[in-house]
């Protein structure tokens, strides 16, 4: 936080709509709330953060970037933090760059 008390950067959201081990946590069983990591921050248009955390908070959708079903991987993966959509998103934040980049 700065001086004045607001809070300093960003909190990004990796998410993916498939990813079976939040699904499944979202059940009845545990608690019923479907987790932010399958949704990004909001649902239906509202947000599932505290109201003071919302505007440094950034969703990336990794849909459209998960390698299918290709070798070990699949379409339903929970490790997709480290495919390289989310590296390069990570890279283009400058979340993790090399030093000499």
Avoid: C
Avoid at 34 to 55: E, L, Q
Avoid at 75 to 89: D, L, V
């Amino acid at each position: 936080v700065d001086e004045s008390g607001k809070p300093i950067g960003k909190i990004y959201v990796i998410y993916y709509g498939w990813d079976l081990a939040l699904t499944a946590s979202a059940t009845p069983i545990v608690n019923n709330e479907t987790r932010i990591g399958s949704v990004g921050h909001k649902k239906d248009g509202k947000d599932k953060v505290r109201a003071d955390m919302k505007d440094y908070i950034e969703d990336y959708d990794m849909y459209s970037n998960i390698t299918w079903f290709s070798g070990d991987d699949n379409f339903y993966k929970h490790s997709y933090q480290f495919e390289p959509a989310a590296i390069k998103f990570y890279f283009s934040k400058d979340i993790g760059k090399p030093e000499d980049e």
